[in-house]
């Protein structure tokens, strides 16, 4: 039975400029129709909102990610959520990257608060929010700042000061994707003695400002926006802990970026195809009289198909090293071997989707003639797409880690960012 009912409802999220009238009755969990049925509202509105060159937000996505609870996807279902496994999910990532990667990429933050609540010890303040994220709330993030200091530093110049038995909080954030969709915000800031904390608040609450003002090239709907902390009161019970996790290695974000690139990839794959199909002619000097019987076209569908078959290999057999380091956490503690271990299967996955997914979004133009440059067919997003994730780390420290590891036997760095 399926848990979803096409009805003429309306859902207010309090999120949202439109309300849409799917309505799903309990949380969606892996390898469902009710899942498939998900993505594909959400790949439609996509497609929908390209067709019209709208610059509309995808709202109705986030309408139907809270109705039907995907954010509780890692949840355990006794829980009240989905109860997949962390490749399981990564899984449904590449899904939904292929139908939105905007809205796939602005749960990134969402999904690593859910991983570190689900390994935290049990206690009434992880209860809470495993309760929050099962009744479907979003959690976004407030990490990066614009500073002297060197990326993936944990001294932050957001400060937390006391205010009688509260805190205040002040300061500005960048690049917070995911945010601007979001219910409740993580924000990382440092106290007066310089102890990095993070904290958890509603981003509606007053001094609390949402900037929709990311620019870059690719990625444009994620809500990456800045995020501005005026004198924010911050409750006692909302500070989340120090920022210095016993867990040394950060790879469930790291891997989680090019499980979105795989999914850009897979849809790359189906235009690729597309273009083919539809072209009515071909150049006098071409293989074939048609462009779907012409071998060099195959070949090079072939090929761009074949290596978004090897991203999602890389990823999922990454993603399961992370499976076996959350299972083997104690009070919090992942084993530091099967971290590391997981650090460095995401470095090379990172190290080989960057490679290939940037070429695979260039060689779709290949098989697609001049007409296939036109802004409106608006191909090019694909690149844009996959250079903006990509940037996020680059590529040459993590070859270089990676090797330093091979040849003379030295670890990853830990308490990094990341790694």
């Given at each position: 039975m399926t848990n979803y009912r096409n009805l003429n409802?309306?859902?207010?999220?309090?999120?949202?400029?439109?309300?849409?009238?799917?309505?799903?009755?309990?949380?969606?969990?892996?390898?469902?129709?009710?899942?498939?049925?998900?993505?594909?509202?959400?790949?439609?509105?996509?497609?929908?909102?390209?067709?019209?060159?709208?610059?509309?937000?995808?709202?109705?996505?986030?309408?139907?990610?809270?109705?039907?609870?995907?954010?509780?996807?890692?949840?355990?279902?006794?829980?009240?959520?989905?109860g997949a496994s962390i490749r399981e999910l990564f899984e449904v990532i590449i899904k939904l990257a292929e139908a939105d990667p905007d809205v796939a990429h602005s749960l990134r933050a969402h999904y690593s608060f859910v991983e570190n609540l689900l390994i935290a010890p049990r206690d009434e303040q992880r209860d809470y929010w495993l309760q929050k994220i099962a009744h479907g709330h979003i959690v976004g993030n407030a990490t990066t700042e614009l500073s002297s200091k060197n990326v993936g530093t944990k001294v932050f110049e957001t400060k937390l000061s006391r205010d009688g038995g509260d805190y205040r909080l002040n300061g500005t954030k960048y690049f917070s994707t995911g945010t601007l969709y979001a219910d409740f915000v993580l924000v990382t800031a440092s106290t007066i003695d310089k102890t990095a904390l993070s904290v958890v608040i509603p981003t509606n609450r007053e001094g609390v400002i949402l900037e929709d003002d990311w620019d870059g090239i690719g990625q444009k709907f994620t809500g990456s926006g800045t995020t501005r902390f005026n004198n924010v009161l911050v409750k006692q019970e909302e500070i989340a802990g120090t920022y210095d996790k016993k867990t040394p290695f950060n790879s469930y974000l790291q891997l989680y970026l090019h499980a979105v690139i795989t999914g850009i990839m897979q849809n790359v794959v189906t235009d690729a195809a597309a273009l083919v199909q539809n072209r009515k002619r071909t150049f006098s000097f071409a293989a074939a009289n048609t462009p779907s019987e012409d071998p060099q076209l195959q070949q090079i569908i072939g090929e761009i198909a074949s290596s978004a078959f090897g991203a999602s290999a890389i990823v999922l057999t990454a993603a399961e090293a992370l499976d076996q380091a959350v299972a083997s956490a104690v009070e919090g503690d992942i084993d530091y071997a099967l971290s590391h271990e997981a650090s460095v299967k995401a470095a090379q996955a990172k190290v080989m989707i960057d490679n290939i997914a940037l070429r695979a979004a260039t060689r779709l133009f290949e098989v697609g003639g001049a007409s296939a440059t036109r802004q409106s067919a608006n191909l090019d997003r694909h690149w844009r797409n996959i250079r903006t994730i990509a940037s996020h780390n680059p590529t040459v420290y993590k070859a270089r880690a990676i090797g330093d590891y091979v040849v003379n036997g030295n670890e990853l760095p830990i308490k990094q960012v990341y790694f």
């Open positions: 409802v309306s859902v207010d999220t309090g999120k949202s400029s439109e309300k849409s009238s799917y309505l799903f009755t309990e949380p969606v969990k892996f390898h469902t129709p009710a899942l498939n049925e998900l993505i594909s509202i959400i790949a439609q509105d996509a497609k929908d909102r390209r067709n019209a060159n709208s610059e509309e937000h995808p709202y109705l996505a986030w309408d139907v990610i809270r109705q039907s609870r995907l954010g509780a996807l890692r949840l355990p279902i006794e829980h009240g959520g989905g």
